[in-house]
T-cell receptor, first 117, second 115 residues
Framework: AQKITQTQPGMFVQEKEAVTLDCTYD???????LFWYKQPSSGEMIFLIY??????QNATEGRYSLNFQKARKSANLVISASQLGDSAMYFC??????????????FGSGTQLTVLP | AAGVIQSPRHLIKEKRETATLKCYPI?????VYWYQQGPGQDPQFLIS???????DKGSIPDRFSAQQFSDYHSELNMSSLELGDSALYFC??????????????FGPGTRLTVT
């Protein structure tokens, strides 16, 4: 069984500052993938970044980077230079393995990020 | 770039009615997933299809069924609707054949309201 834990129900950050959203996970799969999605108030689920368990380097996508610490089972999302449009719910998710029945995503409870002007 | 298409975007039904949600995956994606997101909740996996065959089943009620057609679009059929079925229903697709393409891309969702 897989479990994703996001311990920050809400976070506030000043515009142009960096913010870290926490995510820890638990799995018995030797191979897995970690994802971050952004869900604005309009409801759509926007893919942000992906990290494979065997990737040697931390994933980066523009202003988003994933601080992957495998031994600690954490996959924190770092957003640099926050913008007002970053205000949204952020979900961490995991996919266990890459074959068979382990493809679906297990989500954390989410972190509501508010960027202050 | 083409994205996942879902229809309808909004649907209002009464209790005990039926509903059909449609999903058109990204071209050349061979796997479709359905998720249900209740108010204030995280998305929960319902069911998935790989190459038109059901590949996994999650917390999908027996009142719901789904299938994937020859053109890879998928439909989620919901019968005997209950108030608790009110939720945002997402379809996601991924291209399992593409090396390293493990990302799941979500459609805009169908917001179902049962009254």
């Amino acid at each position: 069984a897989q479990k994703i834990t996001q311990t920050q129900p809400g976070m506030f950050v000043q515009e142009k500052e960096a913010v870290t959203l926490d995510c820890t996970y638990d799995t018995s799969d030797p191979s897995y993938g970690l994802f971050w999605y952004k869900q604005p108030s309009s409801g759509e689920m926007i893919f942000l970044i992906y990290q494979g368990s065997y990737d040697q380097q931390n994933a980066t996508e523009g202003r988003y980077s994933l601080n992957f610490q495998k031994a600690r089972k954490s996959a924190n999302l770092v957003i640099s230079a926050s913008q007002l449009g970053d205000s949204a719910m952020y979900f961490c998710a995991m996919r266990g393995g890459f074959t068979g029945s382990a493809r679906q995503l297990t989500f954390g409870s989410g972190t509501q990020l508010t960027v202050l002007p | 770039a083409a994205g996942v298409i879902q229809s309808p975007r909004h649907l209002i039904k009464e209790k005990r009615e039926t509903a059909t949600l449609k999903c058109y995956p990204i071209p050349r994606h061979d796997t479709v997933y359905w998720y249900q997101q209740g108010p204030g909740q995280d998305p929960q996996f319902l069911i998935s299809f790989y190459e038109k065959m059901q590949s996994d089943k999650g917390s999908i009620p027996d009142r719901f069924s789904a299938q994937q057609f020859s053109d890879y679009h998928s439909e989620l059929n919901m019968s005997s609707l209950e108030l608790g079925d009110s939720a945002l229903y997402f379809c996601a697709s991924s291209g399992e054949r593409d090396a390293g393409s493990y990302e799941q891309y979500f459609g805009p969702g169908t917001r179902l309201t049962v009254t």
